[in-house]
């Protein structure tokens, strides 16, 4: 049973001390990194945590045991399909600015000196490929502005793609900075309330959470969108959420990383077993991707990034068929980005994009919004869930 994790070679794990390349990696803080964790202080706690969760997703599987429900979605597939695939066009428009592919490198980290070169090797791959990148959440670098070069390094290494900026939506007064301090094109505001519902020392107060996002709006002046990290968005939230102004959804679904899961290893590892009994409980907890995608392009105009999930070309394909803009991906470019280098990531990178172009090609699609018209076939759980909430799933097939 892969959700009983090992207690002790969780410890062990966290213990070790690796040196990569001659750099220390997140396995191999330095000892004036462990000094500033002996602090208990809120920032030095964030800090930790930080690092705490990019161990537990290396070490542990996290994985939901849901599935994105990709799998009840099927092309139609063209014999004929009278296109170069050496001349498919991968270009989109994202968010108003030029992307070479629909594929996002999701938020992940920032905030602790070791995640610095994480950020470095993710930013440079994104250049490389030319894609948007996300950086993780900068609150603790805009109040303690000495961290603020683990997220710099993003916007110094990728000059020439969208980059996003991300914090919380309790976070009103420090969305300028965070924008600033990155130059970002987008500031992405990530809801957790699941994750923070398990976590041993998790903030379950989200009132006023909307009012907030409208502020966040208010204060800066790029694009503001919206990110759930694993657990989705409904059409309902979705359009709350347009009538305040944000201008798109990543609907960080389930099907992928289960942040219920990583805040269980963490709560084993405190001894607090009522918050990793909820863990498992709701380890799979939410709305899955594609399901999240239909509902929010359902019930708004909003532009979609389709997350959570993701582990190939042919799900970014059926993403854009039901209508995202763009698919984003996390947990399987974290270990390359920690143990690897660029190019290892740019290698991985180039294994989605490719099975897209192959999507693409036995569809007939020359360039991506091509493929939101395609005849799609839908079964299974999907087309259960679509009837239960009343959505035409035959609509959704036929690409209208
Ligand atoms: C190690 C790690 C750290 C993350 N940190 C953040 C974060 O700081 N802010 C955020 O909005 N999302 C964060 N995420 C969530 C991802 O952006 C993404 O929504 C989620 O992991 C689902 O994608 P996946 O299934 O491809 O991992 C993090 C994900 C991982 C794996």
């Not at 991985?348 to 699609?365: C, N």
């Not at 239960?388 to 209208?400: M, R, Y």
């Amino acid at each position: 049973m892969i959700l009983e994790p090992d207690h002790n070679s969780y410890l062990y794990f966290v213990s070790i001390i690796t040196t990569v390349g001659g750099t220390a990696m997140v396995e191999g803080r330095s000892s004036d990194d462990s000094r500033a964790e002996d602090d208990s202080s809120e920032a030095s706690m964030t800090k930790r945590r930080k690092i705490e969760h990019i161990e537990i997703c290396l070490d542990e599987e996290v994985q939901c045991q849901r599935s994105t429900m990709f799998e009840d979605i099927e092309f139609v597939h063209n014999a004929l399909p009278e296109i170069d695939k050496d001349r498919i066009d991968l270009n989109i428009n994202f968010f108003g600015l030029r992307a070479a592919a629909p594929l996002v490198i999701a938020a992940m980290t920032g905030g602790h000196p070791s995640t610095k070169s994480i950020n470095q090797k993710l930013a440079s791959a994104a250049e490389e490929l030319g894609l948007p990148i996300g950086v993780g959440s900068q609150r603790a670098a805009v109040e303690d502005p000495s961290l603020a070069d683990t997220f710099t390094i993003v916007r110094e290494t990728a000059p020439s793609v969208p980059v996003i900026a991300n914090i919380g939506a309790t976070h009103v007064s420090v969305a300028p900075d965070a924008v600033s301090m990155i130059d970002a094109d987008i500031l992405a505001v990530h809801l957790n309330p699941l994750q923070e519902a398990i976590q041993p020392e998790g903030d379950c107060n989200s009132e006023g959470a909307l009012e907030s996002i409208a502020a966040i709006v208010d204060s800066v002046e790029i694009p503001v969108i919206i990110k759930e990290t694993g657990a989705g968005i409904s059409g309902e939230v979705a359009k709350s959420l347009e009538e305040v102004g944000v201008i798109g959804i990543d609907v960080g679904g389930v099907g992928g990383t289960s942040w219920a899961g990583v805040e269980y290893f963490r709560a084993q590892k405190e001894d607090d077993d009522l918050k990793a009994k909820l863990g498992l409980e709701f380890w799979d907890w939410g709305i899955p991707t594609a399901l999240s995608v239909v509902m929010v392009l359902d019930s708004t105009e909003l532009d979609v990034i389709a997350t959570g999930g993701i582990r190939n070309g042919l799900d970014i394909a059926k993403a854009l068929a039901l209508g995202a803009t763009a698919a984003g991906i996390a947990h399987p470019l974290l270990r390359q980005a920690v143990h690897g280098s660029s190019l290892d990531l740019v290698v991985e990178l180039e294994r989605f994009l490719e099975g897209l172009r192959v999507a693409m090609y036995l569809t007939g699609s020359q360039k991506v919004e091509e493929l939101s018209s395609k005849q799609l076939i839908l079964s299974g759980k999907l087309v259960e869930s679509l009837r239960s909430l009343g959505i035409d799933h035959q609509k959704v097939a036929s690409g209208i």
